[in-house]
């Protein structure tokens, strides 16, 4: 990507196997100014994410060599590109499944394509913007470098996606300050999209950054209002 949020021919890779429908949203996309590689199967969009180098991924879950499921596990096994999810499922179970295998977003087909858009450039801006701070934050064991994106415990390197790195940044930055879920998410996520991400973005930086993720010590619940951050700054 280039200096601006969401740079001017920012390439978005579309993984449908319904043509009319990766036809429509290529055309959406484009009329706002993004670049457009269309794939029908997993095996295609591999090979483009490879090649192409995507800044982000419009997943379908429904695709006639494996499941969007599968294949977003297999993009963030070489990857932290942005991925949303596009899929005519609704149920929560696929929903909070999506979400904890590292998608940034999860879009139901009855959205427009201008809201699908929009959700894009969201989460493509909040991708870029997690690059652009400088300091090094320092806590107990935990290490946060904002500007070259890396986390660290006791000196060992521990993969984030950019949301979860996201979430943490916004935590990190304010030690001892609860906040909400509801202002989490708009944090984070922005104006679009399910709540109830939250808490599963925080079980996955717990199950990373914890000792003991089932009685945590640096991000707490606060019962009743939210999360903390309670790491000492050193």
């Not at 521990?158 to 030690?175: C, D, I, K, S």
Request: glycine share 6%; net charge negative; proline share 4%.
């Amino acid at each position: 990507m280039g200096t601006s949020a969401v740079a001017e021919g920012s390439l978005v890779l579309v993984v449908e196997d319904e043509r009319e429908i990766g036809a429509l949203m290529r055309d959406f996309l484009e009329a706002d100014g993004f670049a457009v590689v269309n794939a029908e199967s997993a095996s295609t969009a591999l090979r483009a994410i490879d090649v192409d180098a995507p800044d982000c991924v419009l997943l379908d879950i429904t695709l006639p060599d494996e499941s969007g499921f599968d294949l977003c596990r297999r993009i963030r096994e070489r990857s932290d590109v942005p991925v949303l999810f596009l899929s005519a499922r609704d149920t929560d179970a696929d929903k909070l499944r999506g979400l904890g295998l590292g998608a940034d977003d999860y879009i139901v087909k009855s959205a427009t394509p201008a809201e699908v858009v929009a959700r894009v450039k969201a989460v493509m801006r909040r991708s870029s913007a997690a690059a652009k701070p400088t300091e090094l934050l320092r806590f107990n064991r935990l290490e946060v470098d904002l500007a070259a994106h890396e986390v660290r415990i006791s000196g060992r390197a521990v993969q984030t996606t950019a949301r979860e790195f996201e979430l943490l940044r916004v935590l990190v930055e304010h030690p001892r300050q609860v906040f909400g879920r509801e202002q989490l998410f708009e944090l984070v996520w922005g104006a679009f999209g399910d709540r109830r991400a939250v808490p599963v973005y925080i079980r996955r930086l717990r199950e990373k950054l914890e000792a003991n993720p089932a009685k945590p010590a640096l991000i707490t619940t606060v019962w009743g209002v939210g999360y903390r951050f309670d790491g000492i700054r050193r």
